[in-house]
């Protein structure tokens, strides 16, 4: 079973790549100030070491890295379904009937967070580590901003951070309610996590399970949990 989860894993990066190849095969830097081709190279990054651990039995990725990439996932599929405009109907099949928006903003998130649910180890994040995932789209406000005042006459990636047409009033309110929107969705991430087994629940083995664990979980020994004689 190990063997398929990595393919599955393996499969997901062929999909970000794709998704992403006007970039890397094309040379279209410009496509990197998008937020969703961002997330798409992070998954790549991601579910190569995933895929290739999980085939080998080798010890998985950190809790931080696939936590944070989920969540970047799931932050580009609900903005494309809540925020952006629908893709144009006439977009053609790139891959497996699919077009580079079906890939992008739906198919890939959705694998992903069904990844973090049935095939990652749980119980090894945090909730600061909710805070900390924060700083990147944070970071992503701020870039877009910069690269408006240096870059004069660039198009801003998205409405939502179009300041020329928000203002800063516009511009700081929409980081505050998307900001404080990415920090409950962070906060959800970890409190699945803290609930479902520390095992997979597919195609788990001894070595998917890091050493690494929450503060809060104590090591029970034979003797109780300080380790010393029974009581």
Not at 68 to 79: R, Y
Request: proline share 8%; hydrophobic share 50%; aromatic share 12%.
């Amino acid at each position: 079973m190990h063997v398929v989860v990595g393919v599955f894993r393996l499969f997901l990066v062929v999909l970000a790549l794709v998704g992403t190849r006007q970039i890397w095969r094309d040379g279209d830097v410009d496509g990197l100030v998008y937020f969703t081709n961002q997330t798409c190279f992070l998954v790549a990054v991601a579910f190569a070491w995933a895929g290739v651990a999980s085939i080998l039995r080798r010890p998985q990725p950190p809790a931080w890295l696939t936590g944070g990439v989920t969540l970047f996932a799931s932050i580009t599929g609900l903005v494309s379904w809540l925020v952006l405009a629908p893709e144009d109907p006439s977009a053609p099949a790139v891959f497996l009937g699919l077009t580079d928006g079906q890939i992008e903003h739906q198919v890939l998130p959705l694998a992903v967070v069904a990844d973090f649910l049935l095939l990652t180890p749980h119980r090894r994040l945090r909730g600061l580590t909710a805070a900390q995932w924060l700083l990147y789209p944070l970071a992503y406000f701020a870039f877009t901003t910069i690269r408006g005042f240096v870059s004069p006459g660039s198009e801003y990636p998205y409405g939502f951070v179009d300041l020329d047409a928000l203002g800063w009033t516009g511009l700081l309110v929409n980081v505050v309610l998307y900001g404080a929107g990415f920090l409950v969705l962070g906060l959800v991430l970890v409190g699945l996590d803290r609930v479902l087994p520390a095992r997979a629940l597919v195609g788990g083995y001894p070595g998917a399970v890091p050493a690494e664990r929450a503060p809060d979980e104590t090591e029970v020994s034979p003797g109780g949990p300080s380790g010393g004689a029974p009581a």
